[in-house]
């Protein structure tokens, strides 16, 4: 508890909290628009982050992680438009509720239920995720590079896609990230004497690239305005049936999105369905679902915010990402030079607590910032999309020329804008990329590591306890794959 | 499917710079490993999953369905080829003059028509950066041709 209180005295700092609160507003802002999910929002907010103290990048990191999923989520509401997979729920449940008069109450249960389950969401953090540093202590580089192989297949089983076509994203991923310095030898690998390559690829350069660049062009081709809901926005504190219509689906998707947002590879994409679908199961008229009911709303989203919490867990603890935000937030703390992993909470305290405290102080600025700004919100999301996409692509421009002031970043970031294109076009999946390049050196690092320990020999992987275990997961679940050919190549039908 | 066996070519390709730069790093041994080991594996990984890439497509491609739109249109290859010519011209040209003609170049692209709606609309885009950035955040943008 005392740890906690300290979070909460970093976090209250005058500074803190203004940082949170802006971090909050521009990720809500950023997040409303449609196009751009809570990827491409933190590629394009963390250059902002740049300048400041470490424990307060991350605040208003995380400030702009709730930000950007309740601006999506607002959007689902109000334009019918799933701005992320995570949001196409809320589209589902939150916009038939906004046809029927009620889009007060689902944005208020939406905030509301976010901020319960982001409460809740910090004893979790403090409960496990101290126990899982304090494991993750005794870990060698043969367990490191086992759990990152788990990572990955599961990453690749569950990012959607068939897995040759994540095998190859992942790789990839992996390849740009040994791009650079060899850190053990100290020379130059596959720079060809550019400069700006022989520091390695920037993340933020590619995230912005894939996730902002290329959502922009491939809405351009795609996007169809949504039935913007025009009236008058009232109501938005839910009623007291309401809330006992709420309150239960809430406990249940925030206990759903904890524990599987803390499992490599699940990320925060499927326990909004999974909430969801459990709701139906359990409700006395699922037919109702579907049409605009209350539970429908509140679940998902509690989901979704306790999924990121989870997701924080292997990230702070491991610094292993579990999905396509988390790996770029795990590549901002490494540029704003926090090691995350094991020692983070003995080596970084103001930074781990501070990140525990802000779950909740960014979720009450959620509540108190944005209900009050409903109307600013839709008044930008009726901005006809031709400007808005033309901000965002200056906004892309800005973010990745301000990272280093140069203009190489610019050219990175328009090379990624063009392979993110392409890659969304064909069906291949972004996440593994972003996450090899990140995890790729510390792969590299722990492989060649244990090979060096075990004298050449791969069976350290399976002669430690630890390692075994998570190789085992691994040849199980890549054999269950293969021997019923889930989703292993599934060209037919694909164009 | 076509895209499919270009796309896997083009990996095959990747995987033989790989293989290239691996053995001109040296791969070492096991219990040495050098820094060409892992981009050999790589090399070898993108390789196998690019054959096994081309022979799916092959297989299908009879059965396939005509591409309807080409990969890359021509609004997304503009766009690209501003933003490329923005990173070769800011530093000589200026990052606010840059935005100026870039943010013309996007709403031209995207559709809009009237002359003066871009004009102002890039003017505001301009001055605005400018204000955050050069007056407000105090980072010293390039300031190119309009350097006094």
């Known amino acids: 508890m005392s740890d906690l209180l300290y979070g909460f005295s970093i976090c209250l700092q005058p500074a803190n909290l203004l940082y949170c609160f802006l971090g909050v507003l521009m990720g809500t802002l950023v997040g409303v628009l449609p196009g751009i999910g809570p990827p491409g929002v933190l590629a394009l907010l963390i250059p902002v982050t740049g300048n400041l103290p470490p424990e307060s990048a991350v605040i208003m990191l995380c400030g702009i992680t709730y930000g950007a999923q309740y601006g999506g989520s607002t959007t689902s509401i109000l334009v019918n438009i799933p701005g992320e997979p995570t949001s196409i729920i809320t589209c589902i449940e939150g916009y038939q509720m906004a046809r029927k008069g009620r889009a007060g109450p689902a944005l208020g249960i939406s905030a509301m239920g976010s901020y319960i389950a982001g409460t809740l969401c910090i004893f979790g953090l403090i409960l496990f995720a101290p126990i899982l540093s304090g494991f993750a202590l005794k870990f060698g580089p043969p367990e490191y590079f086992s759990l990152m192989v788990f990572s990955f297949s599961i990453l690749i089983f569950m990012a959607g896609g068939t897995m040759l076509k994540g095998t190859i994203m992942a790789t990839l991923g992996v390849t740009l990230g040994v791009i650079g310095l060899d850190p053990t030898a100290g020379v130059n690998r596959f720079s060809y004497n550019i400069p700006s390559l022989m520091d390695g690829i920037g993340i933020v350069q590619v995230a912005i690239g894939l996730y902002g660049v290329s959502e922009i062009l491939v809405s351009l081709e795609t996007y169809v305005k949504g039935e913007i809901y025009e009236k008058r926005i009232k109501g938005l504190l839910p009623t007291l049936q309401d809330w006992k219509d709420s309150i239960f689906p809430i406990l249940r998707g925030t206990g759903i999105g904890f524990i599987l947002g803390a499992i490599p590879g699940i990320g925060v994409i499927l326990p909004p369905f999974l909430a969801y679908g459990v709701e139906k199961k359990l409700s006395k008229d699922p037919s109702k679902f579907g049409t605009g009911v209350i539970e429908g709303v509140a679940s998902p989203e509690a989901a979704n915010n306790a999924a990121a919490a989870g997701t924080l867990i292997p990230v702070l603890s491991l610094g292993i990402p579990t999905g396509a935000s988390s790996a770029i937030v795990l590549g901002a703390l490494m540029i704003y030079g926090v090691r995350p992993g094991p020692l983070l909470i003995v080596e970084a305290p103001q930074v781990f607590w501070g990140v525990v405290a802000s779950l909740y102080v960014g979720n009450i600025m959620l509540l108190i910032l944005n209900l009050p700004l409903i109307g600013v919100w839709v008044r930008l999301i009726q901005t006809p999309y031709k400007f808005l996409s033309a901000f965002i692509l200056l906004f892309c421009l800005i973010g990745s020329y301000g990272i280093s002031l140069s203009a190489n970043d610019v050219i990175v970031m328009t090379v990624f804008g063009l392979v993110g294109y392409i890659a969304k076009k064909t069906h291949f999946e972004l996440t593994p990329m972003i996450i090899g390049l990140i995890l790729g050196p510390m792969l590299e690092n722990a492989l060649r590591r244990s090979l060096i320990i075990s004298n050449g020999r791969f069976d350290i992987f399976f002669t430690r306890p630890v390692s075994l275990i998570f190789a085992g997961i691994t040849i199980i679940f890549l054999s269950y794959v293969l021997l019923t050919k889930k989703r292993l190549t599934g060209m037919r039908g694909e164009d | ?148």
Do not use: D
Request: charged share 10%; glycine share 8%.
């Open chain 2, 1 to 148: 499917m076509k895209r499919y066996i270009g796309i896997g070519i083009f990996l095959l390709i990747i995987s033989s710079l790989l293989f290239h730069g691996a053995i001109t790093l040296g791969i070492g041994k096991t219990n040495n490993p050098q820094p060409g080991f892992v981009p050999f594996l790589l090399g070898l990984i993108i390789a196998v999953c690019s054959l096994a890439l081309i022979a799916s497509s092959v297989k299908n491609l009879p059965s396939a369905l005509p591409e309807k739109r080409p990969l890359l249109t021509t609004r997304t290859a503009l766009i690209l080829c501003a933003l490329l010519l923005f990173g070769l011209f800011v530093e000589k040209g200026g990052f606010f003059v840059c935005t100026f003609l870039i943010t013309i170049s996007f709403l031209k692209i995207n559709g809009i028509r009237k002359w003066s709606t871009v004009l102002v609309t890039a003017i505001l885009a301009s001055i605005g950066i400018f204000i955050i950035f050069n007056i407000l955040l105090r980072i010293r943008l390039p300031l190119g041709i309009l350097e006094p």
